[in-house]
């Protein structure tokens, strides 16, 4: 997971009247945010973590579609490349969850961390949930049938290699679908405490949202999980 200094707790979202609308040009709704939106007609407002702080909690509240793990999740990634899990989390209304990274201005994703020693990804998966935004309470829909890598820029495998302390020419990720059960005041941040925080606002998105506004080394990846994904958002 990157490691974050700060986060923007303070946002002219928080001082401004929701104003909904339909875009045809771009508009800013914070300084952070990308200003460009060409395929989209409909932008969701964004959140921000209002919250100072995140108590602990004891026990998860996710349930999962099958018993156990399938085989694909055990299956071993390409050589080189750090095993990492990759969460698409939808809302009641099939909107994608997004946040802004903290570390590369304009840049969106969707939640994601690395997976431990011996743990199984689909664990890995509500941990790295918990951990980056606070949310305990998802259901597992579906998991992508193999792994999927993306390669690191060179400045980004540099700076990672010290944070990591192994060098991986990229990431293999293991993606799992999971719908949002819980209230969206749950949503934090600043996580359940146990790791710095990575993000700064939040959105649920579009899947034309998430890749447009996404890196580009990691563009490629998201088209194929959402292509995998795609009945859940009908």
């Known amino acids: 997971m990157a490691i974050c200094r700060s986060v923007f707790l303070h946002s002219p979202l928080l001082h401004r009247p929701p104003q909904p609308q339909v875009l045809s040009k771009p508009t800013f709704f914070s300084p952070n945010y990308p200003p460009k939106f060409s395929k989209f007609t409909k932008l969701p407002l964004l959140h921000q973590n209002p919250k100072p702080h995140s108590p602990t909690i004891s026990s998860l509240a996710f349930s ?19 095993r990492n899990v990759g969460i698409c989390l939808i809302n009641p209304s099939k909107k994608i969850f997004a946040a802004s990274r903290l570390d590369i201005p304009n840049a969106w994703q969707m939640p994601q961390g690395g997976i431990d020693e011996n743990e199984d990804p689909k664990v890995a998966a509500i941990r790295e949930l918990k951990e980056e935004t606070g949310v305990s309470s998802a259901e597992v829909l579906a998991e992508a049938p193999s792994w999927l890598t993306y390669d690191l820029p060179p400045e980004v495998r540099e700076k990672l290699k010290h944070q990591w302390g192994s060098d991986w020419k990229g990431q293999a990720q293991k993606w799992f679908l999971l719908k949002f059960t819980g209230n ?17 606002e939040w959105s ?6 998430i ?3 996404a890196v580009d080394f990691k563009k490629p990846v998201y088209k194929e999980v959402l292509a995998v994904f795609a009945p859940y958002f009908q």
Do not use: C, V
């Open 64 to 82: 999962s579609s099958s018993s156990s793990s399938s085989s694909s999740s055990m299956e071993s990634p390409p050589e080189g490349y750090r």
């Open 184 to 200: 969206e005041e749950d949503i934090n941040l600043l996580g359940d405490g146990s790791e710095k925080p990575e993000f700064g």
């Open 204 to 209: 649920w998105m579009s899947p034309e949202q």
């Open 211 to 213: 890749i447009d506004l």
